[in-house]
């Protein structure tokens, strides 16, 4: 009896997930898709027919897009922030994360736990003593006055996915490296950082991805217009051309594609890293 009723359950609770993932899926593809679609249109064409196909189909605006520089000096800006970013992040959390898992010291899970509590300290918070200490240090209108605070918020996640990494690692491995002459060192640049590369590319996609979006303190730093970022370039956008939608959804869907490709990539990596963080715990 009690099988039977299991066996009734199973497929209703199959249907019940089902229903749900497509409902969720369809909240995210289809702004997605109007904004593609929406893109190939005319203003006219959107406000007669905003979710049919194009007719006809307009390369227009596209095509004006990936030829501005409007586009393509923001889009720059973003890959050099995010870069810098990520750089910064990555290198000075692992050798935190070094640090934390593999030396014991005196305050070692207060110091970690201080930085544990950095993932709840809401960014919109630091904004202003943050744009006051920039400008002390005359970082305005300098890519540097994005970078390292960017980075110094990514150092929680980084340092929380990275140290639970290198705890997996066997003593085992370590006490071999230093019978070969490995110092602290030579094991964390030799051995302990190929053998993180899942890890490392996870904190580089969470880092480059925060950057890329990114839009409050782009804002507040950069008041030189050649010094936007890919977010501010898409609200300028927006209000230089209010009235042709077409041509900003164009905008819209052009500025996505880098972070979606780049995620793309490295997704297959970023699962592994976070499987081996979570794996390590257990």
């Not at 972070?259 to 257990?282: C, H, M, N, P």
Request: aromatic residues 12%; glycine residues 8%.
């Amino acid at each position: 009896m009690s099988q039977e009723m299991v066996g009734s359950k199973s497929p209703l609770k199959s249907v019940g997930l089902h229903i749900v993932s497509i409902f969720v899926a369809a909240i995210i593809v289809v702004p997605v898709m109007f904004g593609v679609l929406g893109g190939f249109k005319t203003n006219g064409q959107l406000s007669t027919n905003p979710l049919g196909l194009p007719k006809p189909w307009v390369f227009d605006n596209y095509a004006e897009i990936l030829g501005s520089q409007h586009f393509w000096i923001p889009m720059m800006n973003s890959l050099i922030v995010g870069l810098g970013t990520v750089l910064l992040v990555v290198g000075t959390g692992a050798a935190a994360s070094y640090v934390f898992a593999r030396f014991a010291f005196k305050g070692r899970e207060f110091f970690f736990t201080v930085f544990s509590v950095g993932l709840m300290f809401p960014f919109a918070v630091a904004i202003l003593p943050l744009f006051i200490l920039l400008r002390e240090l005359n970082l305005l209108d300098n890519p540097l006055g994005v970078i390292l605070p960017q980075a110094a918020f990514g150092l929680p996640i980084t340092i929380i996915v990275l140290r639970s990494f290198f705890r997996a690692i066997p003593v085992e491995v370590e006490e071999a490296a230093t019978l070969d002459g490995c110092g602290p060192w030579g094991f964390f640049w030799r051995i302990l950082l190929p053998m993180a590369r899942p890890a490392l590319a996870t904190v580089s996609v969470l880092a480059i991805v925060a950057s890329w979006n990114n839009f409050m303190l782009p804002l507040v730093v950069f008041t030189d217009p050649d010094w936007w970022t890919l977010p501010i370039g898409v609200q300028q956008f927006q209000s230089q051309y209010a009235t042709d939608l077409a041509k900003i959804l164009a905008y819209v869907v052009i500025a996505m594609i880098p972070a979606l490709a780049f995620y793309a990539v490295a997704e297959r990596q970023l699962i592994g890293g976070l499987t081996a963080s979570d794996s390590s715990k257990g």
